[in-house]
């Protein structure tokens, strides 16, 4: 499990399953198939284009990953992870992007995270990276769900992520070819997705 928390209010905002491809010292990376179900917040929605969660209700609905295939690289104390898109159906490099995230904790299910609204993205080939959800970030700041003061480090993290990938394409390039084994299930969220630790 990969989980958005805000632990401050203990809330699980979002959480989705994905399978270990590797889990090493020098990072983590995970796999997310079309057609895995998530669960994301209910509740009455606003701000920039009705995305956000204005009044949680205290429920969560299931949501799909649809059209793409998804390897997700992470290293330990990164404030981002980078996603490298795959067409579901012929495999073709479709986007990558940079997910600006807090450092991943473990926990006995998988990883809890915060996401900071705040992404980038580029074609399959790198070349040039756009801001992404600039208005949601601008919009939890005026909420104050993010203090206005962790703005300019998020922006930071994002283009140093993207520096990282310039001077090192190969990282990308090195999960092109890489295809999940046969026999992998989707995955599915375990019972305990709700909990969490003291």
């Known amino acids: 499990m990969w989980r958005s928390v805000d632990r401050e209010r203990r809330i699980v905002q979002t959480v989705w399953p994905w399978t270990v491809v590797k889990d090493e010292q020098d990072g983590v990376v995970l796999y997310i198939p079309a057609g895995t179900v998530g669960k994301r917040r209910t509740g009455e929605r606003g701000g920039p284009g009705g ?6 209700d205290g429920g969560h609905a299931n949501i799909a990953w649809e059209r793409t295939n998804v390897i997700r690289v992470y290293r330990e104390g990164d404030g981002h992870s980078v996603w490298f898109a795959f067409d579901a159906t012929t495999w073709a490099p479709v986007w990558q992007y940079v997910n600006l995230e807090e450092p991943w904790l473990r926990t006995p299910i998988g990883f809890d995270s915060r996401d900071l609204y705040l992404d980038l993205w580029a074609e399959p080939g ?28 998020i922006r930071a993290e994002g283009e140093r992520a993207v520096n990282r990938l310039r001077r090192d394409p190969r990282l990308g390039v090195e999960w092109r070819e890489w295809r999940p084994e046969r026999a992998w299930q989707i995955p599915t969220l375990p019972a305990r997705w709700r909990e969490l630790e003291p």
């Open 51 to 56: 995305r956000m969660i204005v009044r949680w």
């Open 126 to 153: 790198g070349g040039d990276w756009h801001w992404k959800d600039e208005d949601e970030l601008d919009w939890v700041v005026a909420q104050g769900r993010i203090d206005a003061a962790r703005v300019p480090f």
